[in-house]
């Protein structure tokens, strides 16, 4: 707890229970209710926050709005420096930011340093990109005529992020965003509030420092402003980080009003063990996969799907490797797996368990929920793993929380049919060191992924490749390659430069 308190102190948060920021601005409603950020890792409250109101929001949008006039037309390597000097305060504040990470979300101290790195790494990659924001040039069928496409940006963009990334999700939104030309209203997770001001006031000092005015980086507290988000019409583009079931609300609102949404929701995310892997590289990958962050990633490992011939093998040193686990405090670094985030969780993962076991489900190392010292803050689980059928209606669900399932299976073709055979399409892998088996799982007729891997598990990715997936992951790509084109709008300039008017496909038009 006090090293929770220097950390808070450090970030400069502990002053700040805001309903909202403008930058260097912070405020709320004389009657502004509260919610408490609650640390998953000892149920202890960390502090009271406040909830923006209809007018807080009015009042941001309207000073984002006005801030857009004046950042679309800073040239956009002006831009990336202010994104170079954000990376640099994060190298400063890395120790603290991530601390306040593993506190709020329960991730283990590596795990919350890891994400503020993501977060260094992708303003370093926008920072390039701010040079290099390029449209083609194509050559007209008319004589005398140019062509060429270029980007600007689309506005104003909301971020709405998800708790279990709740530092590195706003980030790869936030560093491409403003490089491109565009301002942003953050809306972080209620569960994981103290994370978005600590976030919010690192920029804030960076846009002070250079005489930038208010409105380029906003935040905002509370669920109510989610839909206030989804229906609001001067916000051209919503990046949406959450499970389906919420995306579903997301994008059909966005898409009511025309907008544009970028959509990153749940996975469930399976690694096809071929009887050509390497076995002990696997069983790292998979358990890492399962039970890192508690199972609460979007890559989390949640179905294996092993060859029948080393079924058995792979089985039995899986449960020993379980039988290994450490579970407790995720800041102390000799712990491998930390608490889910709140009852709700606990609840959702116990009765993933007994709906399995209703549906058939074999548990071969069990579940079950931790109490006593020192587990008294009630969110430590045990991770579990069950022998299933891919068809149990538990299995096509994500649950956010460390159960592994285990499918067998005989050949590629059907290894590959049931690593696709789920509603959502995230990450996949496959571990081999038969080249045939690798490239056919990459193939058009391999895993329908966004994110296909050769013997790396599925969790976790680089910000240098298009993060995403399809079918109910809700097909948005985010940080690297070229997802920064999601958050401008392209236009096609075509200029004649001949003195006569002709059409195009030659159509004649004479008066
Ligand atoms: P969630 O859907 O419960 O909440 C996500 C965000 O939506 C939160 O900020 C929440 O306050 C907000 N919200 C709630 N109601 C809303 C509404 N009506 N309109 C707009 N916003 C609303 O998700 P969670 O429990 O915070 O996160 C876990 C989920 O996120 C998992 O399904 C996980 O797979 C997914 N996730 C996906 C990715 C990805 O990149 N694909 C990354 C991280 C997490």
């Given at each position: 707890q006090n090293n929770i308190s220097t950390v808070l102190k450090n970030l400069g948060v502990l002053d700040l229970n805001p309903a909202f920021s403008t930058g260097s601005n912070w405020g709320a409603s004389a009657n502004a209710k509260t919610i408490d950020s609650l640390s998953?890792?000892?149920?202890?409250?960390i502090a009271s926050v406040q909830l923006a109101t209809a007018e807080d929001y009015e009042a941001v949008v309207k000073k984002a709005e006005e801030a857009f006039i004046f950042w679309r037309s800073l040239p956009a390597p002006k831009r990336g420096d202010i994104v170079r000097q954000f990376g640099d305060a994060l190298r400063l504040h890395k120790e603290d930011l991530g601390t306040l990470v593993s506190y709020e979300m329960g991730k283990s101290l590596q795990e919350g340093f890891g994400e503020v790195q993501e977060m260094i790494d992708i303003c370093d990659f926008a920072v390039g990109l701010s040079r290099q924001l390029y449209g083609l040039t194509m050559h007209s069928e008319r004589p005398n005529h140019r062509m060429y496409e270029q980007w600007h940006p689309m506005g104003i963009v909301g971020i709405i992020s998800a708790f279990n990334f709740p530092v590195a999700v706003w980030s790869w939104n936030t560093a491409l965003a403003w490089v491109c030309g565009n301002v942003c209203i953050w809306k972080p997770s209620s569960k994981t509030p103290l994370c978005g001001v600590a976030c919010q006031h690192i920029i804030a000092t960076v846009l002070k420092n250079n005489d930038m005015p208010e409105g380029i980086s906003n935040l905002l507290i509370g669920n109510a402003v989610g839909d206030l988000i989804n229906n609001?019409?001067?916000?051209?583009l919503v990046s949406f980080t959450g499970s389906t079931r919420i995306g579903r609300v997301v994008s059909s609102a966005v898409a009511g009003r025309f907008g544009r949404s970028i959509l990153e929701l749940g996975g469930n995310n399976a690694i096809i063990i071929s009887k050509d892997a390497d076995i002990d590289m696997s069983i790292i990958g998979a358990v890492f996969g399962a039970v890192g962050t508690a199972g609460q990633?979007?890559?989390?490992?949640?179905r294996l799907i092993i060859h029948e011939d080393i079924y058995e093998d792979f089985k039995n040193k899986l449960t020993k490797a379980y039988g290994q686990l450490r579970i407790g405090d995720?800041?102390?670094?000799?712990?491998?797996v930390g608490p889910l985030i709140d009852t709700a969780a606990v609840d959702m993962y116990t009765h993933a368990i007994e709906k399995g076991k209703k549906e058939g489900a074999k548990f071969i190392v069990e579940g079950g929920v931790l109490n006593g010292n020192p587990y008294q803050s009630g969110f430590y689980v045990k991770p579990c793993v069950a022998e299933v059928e891919n068809h149990y209606e538990i299995v096509q669900e994500?649950?956010?929380?460390p159960i592994l399932y285990l499918i067998k299976y005989k050949t590629l073709d059907q290894a590959i049919s049931l690593q696709n055979g789920v509603p959502q399409g995230l990450s996949s892998a496959i571990m081999t060191l038969n080249l045939r088996e690798a490239e056919q799982f990459l193939s058009v007729a391999g895993s329908d992924c966004g994110i296909a891997n050769v013997n790396i598990g599925t969790s976790g990715a680089e910000i240098g490749g298009a993060f995403g997936g399809e079918k109910e992951t809700g097909g948005g790509r985010e940080s690297?390659?070229?997802?920064?084109?999601?958050y401008m709008r392209r236009q096609t300039n075509t200029i004649n430069y001949s003195n006569t008017l002709p059409l195009a496909q030659g159509i004649k038009f004479d008066l």
């Amino acid at each position: 707890q006090n090293n929770i308190s220097t950390v808070l102190k450090n970030l400069g948060v502990l002053d700040l229970n805001p309903a909202f920021s403008t930058g260097s601005n912070w405020g709320a409603s004389a009657n502004a209710k509260t919610i408490d950020s609650l640390s998953p890792v000892d149920g202890k409250k960390i502090a009271s926050v406040q909830l923006a109101t209809a007018e807080d929001y009015e009042a941001v949008v309207k000073k984002a709005e006005e801030a857009f006039i004046f950042w679309r037309s800073l040239p956009a390597p002006k831009r990336g420096d202010i994104v170079r000097q954000f990376g640099d305060a994060l190298r400063l504040h890395k120790e603290d930011l991530g601390t306040l990470v593993s506190y709020e979300m329960g991730k283990s101290l590596q795990e919350g340093f890891g994400e503020v790195q993501e977060m260094i790494d992708i303003c370093d990659f926008a920072v390039g990109l701010s040079r290099q924001l390029y449209g083609l040039t194509m050559h007209s069928e008319r004589p005398n005529h140019r062509m060429y496409e270029q980007w600007h940006p689309m506005g104003i963009v909301g971020i709405i992020s998800a708790f279990n990334f709740p530092v590195a999700v706003w980030s790869w939104n936030t560093a491409l965003a403003w490089v491109c030309g565009n301002v942003c209203i953050w809306k972080p997770s209620s569960k994981t509030p103290l994370c978005g001001v600590a976030c919010q006031h690192i920029i804030a000092t960076v846009l002070k420092n250079n005489d930038m005015p208010e409105g380029i980086s906003n935040l905002l507290i509370g669920n109510a402003v989610g839909d206030l988000i989804n229906n609001d019409k001067r916000i051209p583009l919503v990046s949406f980080t959450g499970s389906t079931r919420i995306g579903r609300v997301v994008s059909s609102a966005v898409a009511g009003r025309f907008g544009r949404s970028i959509l990153e929701l749940g996975g469930n995310n399976a690694i096809i063990i071929s009887k050509d892997a390497d076995i002990d590289m696997s069983i790292i990958g998979a358990v890492f996969g399962a039970v890192g962050t508690a199972g609460q990633r979007c890559t989390s490992t949640r179905r294996l799907i092993i060859h029948e011939d080393i079924y058995e093998d792979f089985k039995n040193k899986l449960t020993k490797a379980y039988g290994q686990l450490r579970i407790g405090d995720p800041l102390d670094q000799h712990n491998h797996v930390g608490p889910l985030i709140d009852t709700a969780a606990v609840d959702m993962y116990t009765h993933a368990i007994e709906k399995g076991k209703k549906e058939g489900a074999k548990f071969i190392v069990e579940g079950g929920v931790l109490n006593g010292n020192p587990y008294q803050s009630g969110f430590y689980v045990k991770p579990c793993v069950a022998e299933v059928e891919n068809h149990y209606e538990i299995v096509q669900e994500e649950t956010f929380a460390p159960i592994l399932y285990l499918i067998k299976y005989k050949t590629l073709d059907q290894a590959i049919s049931l690593q696709n055979g789920v509603p959502q399409g995230l990450s996949s892998a496959i571990m081999t060191l038969n080249l045939r088996e690798a490239e056919q799982f990459l193939s058009v007729a391999g895993s329908d992924c966004g994110i296909a891997n050769v013997n790396i598990g599925t969790s976790g990715a680089e910000i240098g490749g298009a993060f995403g997936g399809e079918k109910e992951t809700g097909g948005g790509r985010e940080s690297g390659s070229d997802a920064w084109k999601a958050y401008m709008r392209r236009q096609t300039n075509t200029i004649n430069y001949s003195n006569t008017l002709p059409l195009a496909q030659g159509i004649k038009f004479d008066l």
